[in-house]
T-cell receptor
Framework: SQQGEEDPQALSIQEGENATMNCSYKTSINNLQWYRQNSGRGLVHLILIRSNEREKHSGRLRVTLDTSKKSSSLLITASRAADTASYFCATDARETSGSRLTFGEGTQLTVNP | GAVVSQHPSWVICKSGTSVKIECRSLDFQATTMFWYRQFPKQSLMLMATSNEGSKATYEQGVEKDKFLINHASLTLSTLTVTSAHPEDSSFYIC????????????FGPGTRLTVT
């Protein structure tokens, strides 16, 4: 079963605004990753944050990780219409072997021009 | 960068037939590949872990006799959907595991299967 839960399920904003998506998980993790998926396409890896890290930046992306609350957030600043996509968090759980990822339910982001 | 390809990108088949989907790591060797299934507007569900030279490990609830996985080389894994039914229609995505500083998964572009 999916251990990741994301909220909101859908988010609609205007270009230039910031978008924040949250992810919660249930088990101890080695790392947490965020992916983007355009409709009907494959996954694009955005950022990986390790269990001993609290915050990470990549361009307009900012990811936080709170292992005590088992949650993570993805912030996209100054959003663009091209950011419209589904965003998934995925966890690499500590108790499983082989780097298997468990995906969250995803957030559908729509950025209106 | 690491590139993973899938073939075909889409396929339509009739009920009862079998379909083979290929997953290739183009510029690196992958002893481990993963197969996921994604239904419309849903998340990715891991189906199985494909290990080069050994049997695949299937997730609970996935029929190994229906979804045959063969990882015959370090750059190729295949998923065969046998006796396909309309409920098997889905988006199938593979990923390949590459060791950099840590193990990272690189995803293929997916294969859209429609069973009529």
């Amino acid at each position: 079963s999916q251990q990741g839960e994301e909220d909101p399920q859908a988010l609609s904003i205007q270009e230039g605004e910031n978008a924040t998506m949250n992810c919660s998980y249930k088990t101890s993790i080695n790392n947490l990753q965020w992916y983007r998926q355009n409709s009907g396409r494959g996954l694009v890896h955005l950022i990986l944050i390790r269990s001993n890290e609290r915050e990470k930046h990549s361009g307009r992306l900012r990811v936080t990780l709170d292992t005590s609350k088992k949650s993570s957030s993805l912030l996209i600043t100054a959003s663009r219409a091209a950011d419209t996509a589904s965003y998934f968090c995925a966890t690499d759980a500590r108790e499983t072997s082989g780097s298997r990822l468990t995906f969250g339910e995803g957030t559908q982001l729509t950025v209106n021009p | 960068g690491a590139v993973v390809s899938q073939h075909p990108s889409w396929v339509i088949c009739k009920s009862g037939t079998s379909v083979k989907i290929e997953c290739r790591s183009l510029d690196f060797q992958a002893t481990t590949m993963f197969w996921y299934r994604q239904f419309p507007k849903q998340s990715l569900m891991l189906m199985a872990t494909s290990n080069e030279g050994s049997k695949a490990t299937y997730e609970q609830g996935v029929e190994k006799d229906k979804f045959l996985i063969n990882h015959a080389s370090l750059t190729l894994s295949t998923l065969t959907v046998t006796s396909a039914h309309p409920e098997d229609s889905s988006f199938y995505i593979c990923s390949a595991l590459r060791l950099a500083v840590i193990y990272e998964q690189y995803f293929g572009p997916g294969t859209r299967l429609t069973v009529t």
